[in-house]
């Protein structure tokens, strides 16, 4: 017990997020087997790339449970980009023609992602700018670990590909990565966050200006985008993304404004894997992501058909819902 204790720091945020994550990777792996099953049949995924599937999905978990649990920065690092490699190597599941300009292509995206972050903890540790002062240092390093990691979350404008990335990959391994890379790179933000404001003693002034102005970016332009998009997993994906960008937008209104966006963190998370789980359904079913292969959903998959209005109505922000509320609070903390 003493061991675990050690290993896993009980504060109130990991425990929250050890919560989503577990449901999340419940959702996934209860998901996987029916989804590979039927894809299984309808040959799109060999039987032996089944196998090789669900294993992608397990260590999705394990990876992600390695950056919550510990909650140490090197262990966050490597949980978020263990998880975008193992969503690229998810790309060699599906046989195309393109499959390895695609994986080359968003690995690039992945290493680019890591040097950054691992950039800025350098810096942060070592200060190795010793001609700047150290506050000038922690502000190098908390950018460069902002863009990094928003490489993974779709923080834009490092969010071009990430959608159609998660549009490639199997639903069931998008529903796992997703959601927990998520939780893993927000939770990592936050800690570095608290480190760099205790440098500058400004009350999270800078740190809270930088949330603001590329949460409220990432907000707009993905919302703009959802309205010409085609694809439903690129639709599932960005809309993922849009509440990304509102709880990085609650998240600078202050550090009081880290109580709503923690809430709107979970929510996502779990609305994400959820939407991933509703477009495994769809594509194991119409064959396609495209929107309009999807007719008779009601008649052909009637309760993932309710279920899915429900999450569609919870996600922009329907009056008693859980967006709403998070929503509400964070513009409170905001005006």
């Not at 089944?50 to 397990?58: C, E, F, N, P, Y």
């Not at 992945?110 to 001609?131: D, Y």
């Not at 922690?138 to 998660?166: K, N, R, W």
């Not at 760099?196 to 703009?224: E, P, R, S, Y």
């Amino acid at each position: 017990m003493n061991l675990l204790l050690n290993l896993w720091q009980p504060d109130l945020v990991t425990i929250a997020a050890s919560i989503i994550a577990g449901v999340v990777g419940l959702a996934g792996v209860l998901m996987s087997v029916n989804v590979f099953r039927h894809e299984g049949k309808a040959g799109t995924i060999s039987p032996k790339k089944r196998i090789h599937a669900l294993t992608l999905v397990g260590l999705a978990i394990a990876a992600g449970a390695v950056g919550i649990l510990l909650a140490h920065v090197g262990a966050v690092w490597f949980s978020v980009h263990a998880l975008a490699v193992l969503a690229v190597a998810s790309l060699s599941l599906y046989e195309r023609n393109h499959t390895k300009d695609l994986m080359w292509r968003f690995g690039v995206r992945v290493v680019f992602g890591a040097f950054l972050v691992a950039s800025g903890l350098v810096i942060m540790q070592f200060n190795p700018l010793q001609f700047v002062p150290s506050t000038v240092a922690a502000q190098v390093a908390f950018i460069l670990v902002f863009l990094g990691y928003g490489v993974s979350l779709g923080i834009a404008p490092m969010h071009a590909g990430l959608s159609e990335l998660y549009s490639k990959i199997p639903s069931p391994i998008a529903a796992c990565v997703a959601p927990l890379s998520l939780l893993v790179g927000v939770l990592g933000l936050f800690r570095m966050r608290a480190a760099v404001d205790v440098l500058l003693a400004d009350n999270g002034v800078w740190t809270g200006t930088i949330f603001l102005v590329f949460g409220f970016i990432t907000a707009f332009v993905l919302a703009c985008t959802l309205l010409r998009q085609e694809n439903y997993k690129k639709f599932f994906a960005e809309l993922s993304m849009v509440h990304t960008g509102m709880l990085m937008t609650f998240a600078g209104f202050g550090v009081a404004g880290t109580i709503p966006s923690l809430m709107h963190l979970g929510l996502t998370a779990v609305l994400t894997s959820a939407l991933f789980c509703i477009a495994g359904i769809l594509h194991a079913t119409y064959k396609t992501t495209k929107c309009s292969g999807v007719r008779n959903m009601f008649v052909v998959l009637p309760i993932p058909s309710v279920l899915f209005v429900i999450m569609l109505v919870g996600a922009v922000g329907t009056p008693v819902s859980g967006m709403f509320m998070s929503f509400m609070i964070g513009t409170g903390y905001g005006l």
